[in-house]
């Protein structure tokens, strides 16, 4: 009898797995795909991206791989992003500022001073911010996975230490492709102008460009201490990198290939935030170690820049929205009283 009941639970068992196994095989397809971006390997970003598509691999029991191609082997951000409207790429992370005409609110990111901590911009990415960010994104064909973090940006150039706020002026930087910065620039007498990112380091080491303004993290992955000798602490911007699929190649999965992405994706995302905070010292640190004379603004100096900004930037927050602009506040507001 007990061989019998045991036989029995055998065959159960031997059901199980052959409905689970039945089940894989129908809910994920053997797919291929391609995640695009433009930082090096080592960057935090680029060691998420492997994670992420090693996680997919496992939870699609190998049917799902994905090539994870860095350092814009795949074209320009702007290129990637269109790849992605179109379904000719599946996965992307970098810069969502290429988008800025589809959704104009995508600029609030580069308002200076916006945020005081990484928390801050995190607890409103992920919020309602975010969501009406990645519903406006979906409209044009760009489904968001999660935001990702590049850091605060700072100034870098190959000319003087810059200490005070007229050791700006002059200096040719190179800032994002968003009209709200190059105004916030001009405002303080800096020499702005956009340039893709491709051709960032042979700019500055050809001195077409004098400087820039990146995360630590970025400008010590990228090697920006062979041609900057340079940097000023400032952490004027917050900037957060945008973590997306094609959503045409999201509309192609199933219930299940989606819902092991969203759980992916949401690993990937605290992996990515936890090391950028882990190396962003370690960056700094390397950048003094190779000879970058680091220095920062006076507490007098930051509050004339941040006199200085909004009147020049107050167009661009009228285009952005005001209602999308109260509702950053907003959100800002709760973390902080929250925080307290």
Known sequence: MKLNRLLAAMAIASFAALGSTAALAQDYKARSARFGHGMADAHPAGQAAKQFAAEMEKASGGKMKIAVIANQALGPDPQMLAALQGGVQEFYTGSALAMLGQVKELGFQDVPFLFNTEAEAHAVFDGPVG??????????????????????????????????????????????????????????????????????????ETKAFDGQENPVVLMYTQRFYEVQKY????????????FAVSKKYWDSLSPAEQTAMNTAAKNATAFQRKSTAAEAGSALQGMKDKG?????????????????????????????????MGLVRSEIAKVRAAAK
């Open 131 to 204: 969501e009406h960010l990645n519903r406006k994104l979906a409209a044009v064909g760009i489904h968001v996975l999660g935001w990702w973090e590049n850091g605060f940006r700072h100034i870098t150039n190959s000319k003087r230490p810059v200490n005070t706020l007229d050791d700006l002026k002059g200096l040719k930087l190179r800032t994002q492709p968003n009209p709200l910065t190059l105004d916030a620039f001009k405002a303080i007498g800096a020499n702005a102008s956009p340039l893709p990112w491709s051709e960032l380091f042979v700019a500055l």
């Open 231 to 242: 940097m000023t602490l400032s952490g004027h911007v917050y900037s957060p990198l945008i």
């Open 292 to 324: 970058v004379q680091v220095t920062q603004f006076s507490p007098a100096d930051l509050q004339a820049i941040r006199d200085r900004v909004p009147p020049a930037i107050a167009p661009h927050l009228e285009k952005i929205g005001p209602e999308f």
